[in-house]
């Protein structure tokens, strides 16, 4: 049971049936399952691209003079 | 670069010292709600970050995700539920409100009502647990203990469970700099709740031999009686680390959690607390987070597959043990020996010659620590 709460994307009809081919040889349980599998992989990867510490010159004097302090640096 | 934060962004929701001051000061005219220690230790974790992207505790729309398609409602890998309960006669307030989380008399947080929902215990149960037997104590704790109501909304941190461990304690923010300061661009991450043998070694120097880095992360919480006591755990690993790990390679720091003892699920959302602190890499052993016979051995493992997008490499282990052909601490894969030479590790027989004060084999574990244990009186709970 899912929260069953799809939408609908449009891909080729070649691509789609060169994927069913694929996902009987998987352990996937459908196109379905094997496209978002891929796009969540792909996503994260890309969002991983952009990322920035939180923290500011500031901030970081002040985690680096506690870090002194307990010994860690 | 360590890992990036679980969704995208370190959450810090920690009260200003102006602000912090002002609602300790009118803690009486707010709406209270007084919450356990579990709660008491989340609404820490939101506020540092541990569990970022979570900013309060979840929404009814949140909760739905989690437990049907173990994700929150953005899509982000998210397997257990963080909540907090009410019964009818606590739910004094409304949507809208500002209350006040207070544990043992200690103001914690202020959360913003968003939400107050009503939800199926049987289904939460069933799909967090995987079983709605009340001798799992996770089942039992929702059956029997909470609310029939949960309270979403964001929190804003004014203050923390007083931490008698406090010097053991870095916060998401503070461990990546400290990573970052040591150059480790890859860092794996261990969960313990036990004083380390051999075994536990062994597993963190054959995954340290791939990574930069090893964060071991104790679990400071509620403890079964017969559990090591935290202060003797900490004790022995600072023993150990001072006298067998590079200085350089390996961190010591706790996080304060209670367990849900939610096998494979919960495994997910221990290498999510571990992504926060900066850990590209996380430790998954045998019936990880497990209780009882609850979960097979090795469920814990196989559930990071459903995730590609988790963000957090698992690193699986089978079991290390002590061979006596091999003359060393070996593992199924590279000991060809039979069950006879082998001396498996376990927790019951190091507690037993703990009590009895035995001796116990270095191969078990390093005298060091040995002398740690023993040198406490009553090192259990
Ligand atoms: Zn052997």
New interface residues.
Partial sequence: ???GKYTTVSIPKSLYNRIKKLVEETGFKSVSDYVT??L??V??MH??EK?E???GEK??EE??K??KA?G?? | ?VS??HG???V?RVASENRRERVLASAAEYIQLKIGLREAYDVENIGYGVYSPLDGFMVSEDL??VL??MRLSS?IPWTIPIIVSVTQEEKTFDVGDEVLLVYDGHPLAVMQVEDIYSYDKKLYVEKVFKTSDPSHPGVYNVLREMGEYLVGGRIELVDTVPNPYS?YY?RP??T???F???GWRTVVGFQTRNAPHMGHEYVQKTALSFVDGIFINPVIGRKKKGDFKDEVILEAYTELMRNYYPRDTA?LSIVRYEMRYAGPREAIHHAIMRKNFGCTHFIVGRDHAGVGGFYGPYEAQEIFKEF????VTPVFFREFFYCRKCGGIVHEKICPHGEEHRIRFSGTYVRNAIKKREDIPPYIIRPEVARVLLSHPDPFV
Wanted: proline share 6%.
């Fill in positions: 049971m899912t929260t599998y891929v969540r992989e996503v994260a969002e991983s990322y510490e939180p923290f901030d970081l985690i680096k506690r870090l307990l860690y640096i | 670069m990036r934060p995208g962004r370190l810090v739905e995700h049907l398609d899509d010097k870095l923010i503070e990546r700099v400290l970052r300061e040591r961190v590609p997008d988790l963000g």
